[in-house]
Every structure is written in C-alpha cells, then in structure tokens.
C-alpha cells in the first residue's frame, strides 16, 4: 500500500479491504514508525545543540531567568526524545508477544506528548536565544508566535479537519 494514500491515515478499521487486525496494526505502526523518523531527528538536533550550550563561552552571563528556561528547553527536549524512541524501544522487548494492537495505541499517545515536549522546547529555546540576543518583548512575542503556530499546525488544525470529517 501507497504510504500517501489518505485510507491509511483515517483509522477506519475497514481503510484496506480484506486487511486483517494484524496487518492493519503492522501498517499503522510502520506509518507511526516513518512519522517518528522526521521528529526524531529534529529533537535530536536540538537536544544536542543543547547540551552544548553551558559550555560555551558566554552561558555565564546568562540571567537566572534565562538559566531557568534553559532548563525547561534542555528537560523538555529530553522528554520528547524518550518519548519518541519509546516505541521503537518497545517494539524490541514486545517483539512477537501478540502485542502489536495495544503497542501502536500507546506508540500514539507517546508520540502526541513528545509532539508536545517538542513544541515546549523549541518555543523555549528560541524565547532564551532571542532574550539573549534582542530583547524580552521581542522573544515574547516570538515565543508566542512560535508556540501558536505549532498548537495550529501539530494538534488544533488536524482535530478540526478531523471533527469536520467525522
């Protein structure tokens, strides 16, 4: 099956005809799985920009408000990563146990809370780069922009596109 055909998107239990529970759980988490594939690697940039930030030159002068953001953006990169990599992790342990139905709902809500983990930090961390670089007003109004766009695009737009189908 074409990974870009919308009946594979849509959760309807009779998408594919004459898919069996099993196959339909095999294409949904290879789906979750290639979905992960482009978060993964995202957080995982910024992660590792992150632990290299207090080693650099001027991270003393940091205020301990910029210090306190820094830590959410750092803690909250970390989260999502583990959150991303839960079901890849998991899948090895539940490897052939008959497990794979509950393995992709849980897979699912691990990677909507890494989504929003990600959306944590990368609204903080461009709020303490722009502080640090400009100005608050500045980096507040980039944060909430920020922080806006991915509430639309990664969760608000989709369940009412969803709503609207349903």
Same mark, same amino acid.
């Given at each position: 099956?074409?990974?870009?055909?919308?009946?594979s998107?849509?959760?309807?239990?009779s998408?594919?005809p &004459?898919?069996?529970?099993?196959?339909?759980a095999?294409r949904?988490?290879?789906?979750?799985?290639? &979905?992960?594939?482009?978060?993964?690697? &995202?957080?995982?940039?910024?992660?590792?920009?992150?632990?290299?930030v207090p080693f650099?030159p001027?991270?003393?002068?940091?205020t301990?408000?910029q210090?306190?953001?820094?830590?959410v953006?750092?803690?909250?990169?970390?989260?999502?990563?583990?959150f991303?990599i839960?079901p890849?992790?998991?899948?090895?342990?539940?490897?052939?146990?008959?497990l794979k139905?509950?393995l992709?709902?849980?897979?699912?809500?691990?990677?909507?809370l890494? =989504?929003?983990a990600?959306?944590?930090?990368? =609204?903080?961390?461009?709020?303490l780069?722009?502080?640090?670089?400009?100005r608050?007003?500045?980096?507040t109004?980039?944060?909430?922009?920020?922080?806006g766009?991915a509430?639309?695009?990664?969760?608000?737009?989709?369940?009412l596109?969803?709503?609207?189908?349903?």
């Amino acid at each position: 099956m074409n990974m870009e055909d919308p009946r594979s998107m849509d959760g309807n239990p009779s998408a594919v005809p &004459g898919e069996s529970p099993a196959a339909r759980a095999d294409r949904n988490f290879v789906e979750l799985l290639q &979905g992960l594939r482009v978060a993964v690697t &995202g957080v995982q940039v910024l992660f590792a920009f992150l632990l290299t930030v207090p080693f650099s030159p001027g991270f003393e002068e940091v205020t301990d408000a910029q210090r306190n953001l820094y830590y959410v953006a750092l803690v909250s990169a970390a989260v999502a990563s583990i959150f991303f990599i839960a079901p890849a992790a998991q899948h090895r342990i539940l490897f052939r146990q008959g497990l794979k139905e509950p393995l992709v709902h849980r897979s699912n809500r691990y990677t909507m809370l890494g =989504t929003l983990a990600l959306a944590v930090s990368i =609204t903080s961390a461009s709020l303490l780069v722009v502080d640090y670089i400009f100005r608050w007003d500045l980096a507040t109004a980039t944060a909430i922009a920020l922080a806006g766009m991915a509430l639309w695009m990664w969760f608000l737009g989709p369940l009412l596109y969803r709503s609207r189908r349903g």
